[in-house]
């Protein structure tokens, strides 16, 4: 059974930052693409991060040169580094399995989600 559980989120001020975890249990890194979204209230889930099955990696444009996705492999864990934090960074964070290899455009294209955790970034 597929499971994913997020943790590190909280509150930070502006410049800051925080990393964010990602237990995942289940199924294999290599076969599958992990990914983080966002979502704010009232807007819609967004991607932020992914990292396919060969360990290749891609990002927001909103969130490049600022946030790193990496996974420990052996720890069955993603991460979600995040520098530079802004206001606008604020939102519920959530990792997702993709239904395949590859990182999938949209939310429909990840089939597992944890519940999220939240990220406050003040001004």
């Known amino acids: 059974q597929v499971q994913l559980m997020e943790s590190g989120g909280g509150s930070v001020q502006a410049g800051g930052s925080l990393r964010l975890s990602c237990a995942a249990n289940?199924?294999?890194?290599?076969?599958?693409?992990t990914g983080w979204f966002r979502q704010s209230p009232g807007k819609e889930r967004e991607g932020v991060a992914c990292i396919r099955g060969d360990g290749t990696t891609r990002y927001a444009e909103s969130v490049k040169d600022r946030f790193t996705i990496s996974r420990d492999n052996a720890q069955n864990t993603l991460y979600l580094q995040m520098n530079s934090l802004k206001p606008e960074d604020t939102a519920m964070y959530f990792c997702?399995?993709?239904?395949?290899w590859g990182c999938g455009q949209g939310s429909e294209s990840y089939s597992f989600w944890g519940q999220g955790t939240r990220v406050i970034v003040s001004s």
């Open positions: 289940g199924y294999s890194f290599s076969m599958y693409a």
């Open positions: 997702a399995r993709g239904r395949s």
